[in-house]
Every structure is written in structure tokens, then in C-alpha cells.
């Protein structure tokens, strides 16, 4: 597995490139993704949504255009692709999959496992290749998404980390700003988020 990573827009969301078997998966393609996106894919799959937010959903559609290939998105944050409730102006794209919860892809033969952790947005979701995670705005180095935005949820942002610390397995993690982890450096910080998730319901 070969990863590619740039950071765009002015929020600086990390848009990946994802080479597994020689077959690229683009995750999160935010603001001004789509050149950067084209100089660097050679075997273009599939675009992957890890949630519905405009900084990570910014060029789905010009991409979709552009490469001919298909979007996935959690069926809970499909509608922020025509609604953003962040109140910006988003190209408005259109997922040919819905993902429900926890499910497991099969795309040109590579296994992409959607892992359902909702909190801060409804359908946030982790996506694993391999022994890689790309968190979106779930887990970052040292801290979590914020779960308190529109359609954010602190009672399911408890669960969802009280969920993830209990996993035994080791995982590197890509967020979506910011510097890669890994998920027993970050178990190691989840009871300090937990209390102060907690306190807010």
C-alpha cells in the first residue's frame, strides 16, 4: 500500500491517495483537490467519503466528472452533499453507494471496511485499508472531532469513544488535519476526551 497525502483549502483537510494492488482510492477530496488529485492518480478506482462536511466533500463531484468513477458515502451524512449545514456553498455531489453503519467493500478485488463512529457528524465513519485508518474528523493526534455542530451528537461521540478504546488491534491513523498516529497513542488521551464529552451531555 502506497499513500499519498496534501493538505487543501483553507481549513487544511488531508485529501489521500490510497494505492493498494495499483488501484487508487481518493479520500476526502476537499477544497481545490481536483489538480492536485489528477497529477497523482494513474489507476483511479473509486472517491471515499469518511463524512459528509464541505471541507472533505468539496470535490466529489468535480472528480466524479473528471475520473468517471464512483462515490461512497455514509448513507447518514448523504444529505450535507446538497445541504451543508456549515452554512458554505458546496458543489453539491451526488453518491452512487450509500454506506450503512459498519460495512465491508469489495472494490476491484481490495477490501475497504467502513467503521461506523457517529458523533460528530451522524454517518462519521473511520475507513480502514489494510492496517490503516483514515479517521476523517473522528480521532486526531491528541484530540477528537468536535461534537458540537449542527447534526453533531455529544451522547453518540461518547459511544463512539468509549467503542474505539476498547479495540485491541494497532492501527495507524490518518486524520483528517493534521499529523498521522497511531491508535494506542491515542487510546492513551480517549479517557481525558471522554470525561470532557461527558461533561457537555
Given at each position: 500500500?502506497?499513500?499519498?497525502?496534501?493538505a487543501?483549502?483553507?481549513?487544511?483537510?488531508n485529501?489521500?491517495?490510497?494505492?493498494?494492488?495499483e488501484?487508487?482510492f481518493?479520500?476526502?477530496?476537499?477544497?481545490?483537490?481536483?489538480?492536485?488529485?489528477?497529477?497523482?492518480?494513474?489507476?483511479?478506482?473509486?472517491?471515499?467519503?469518511?463524512?459528509?462536511?464541505?471541507?472533505?466533500?468539496?470535490?466529489?463531484?468535480?472528480?466524479?466528472?473528471?475520473?468517471?468513477?464512483?462515490?461512497?458515502?455514509?448513507?447518514?451524512?448523504?444529505?450535507?452533499?446538497?445541504?451543508?449545514?456549515?452554512?458554505?456553498?458546496?458543489?453539491?455531489?451526488?453518491?452512487?453507494?450509500?454506506?450503512?453503519?459498519?460495512?465491508?467493500?469489495?472494490?476491484?478485488?481490495?477490501?475497504?471496511?467502513?467503521?461506523?463512529?457517529?458523533?460528530?457528524?451522524?454517518?462519521?465513519?473511520?475507513?480502514?485499508?489494510?492496517?490503516?485508518?483514515?479517521?476523517?474528523?473522528?480521532?486526531?493526534?491528541?484530540?477528537?472531532?468536535?461534537?458540537?455542530?449542527?447534526?453533531?451528537?455529544?451522547?453518540?461521540?461518547?459511544?463512539?469513544?468509549?467503542?474505539?478504546?476498547?479495540?485491541?488491534?494497532?492501527?495507524?491513523?490518518?486524520?483528517?488535519?493534521?499529523?498521522?498516529?497511531?491508535?494506542?497513542?491515542?487510546?492513551?488521551?480517549l479517557?481525558?476526551?471522554?470525561?470532557?464529552?461527558?461533561?457537555?451531555?
Amino acid at each position: 500500500m502506497h499513500i499519498k497525502m496534501q493538505a487543501m483549502g483553507a481549513t487544511q483537510t488531508n485529501c489521500y491517495i490510497v494505492t493498494v494492488e495499483e488501484k487508487d482510492f481518493i479520500i476526502d477530496p476537499g477544497t481545490g483537490a481536483v489538480k492536485w488529485v489528477l497529477e497523482n492518480v494513474t489507476n483511479p478506482v473509486a472517491i471515499l467519503n469518511t463524512h459528509g462536511h464541505f471541507d472533505h466533500v468539496w470535490s466529489n463531484h468535480a472528480l466524479q466528472v473528471a475520473l468517471n468513477i464512483p462515490l461512497y458515502c455514509p448513507k447518514d451524512d448523504v444529505f450535507m452533499l446538497h445541504n451543508c449545514p456549515l452554512g458554505q456553498s458546496v458543489p453539491p455531489s451526488d453518491a452512487d453507494y450509500l454506506v450503512e453503519g459498519d460495512e465491508t467493500l469489495v472494490l476491484e478485488g481490495v477490501e475497504i471496511r467502513y467503521r461506523h463512529f457517529p458523533g460528530h457528524t451522524p454517518g462519521c465513519s473511520i475507513i480502514q485499508v489494510g492496517d490503516a485508518w483514515f479517521s476523517g474528523d473522528f480521532l486526531f493526534a491528541q484530540s477528537i472531532g468536535r461534537w458540537d455542530f449542527p447534526f453533531s451528537d455529544g451522547k453518540k461521540m461518547l459511544q463512539s469513544l468509549q467503542k474505539v478504546v476498547q479495540i485491541e488491534e494497532e492501527y495507524t491513523i490518518y486524520p483528517g488535519h493534521g499529523s498521522s498516529t497511531t491508535l494506542k497513542a491515542e487510546q492513551r488521551h480517549l479517557g481525558y476526551w471522554i470525561t470532557q464529552v461527558r461533561s457537555t451531555i
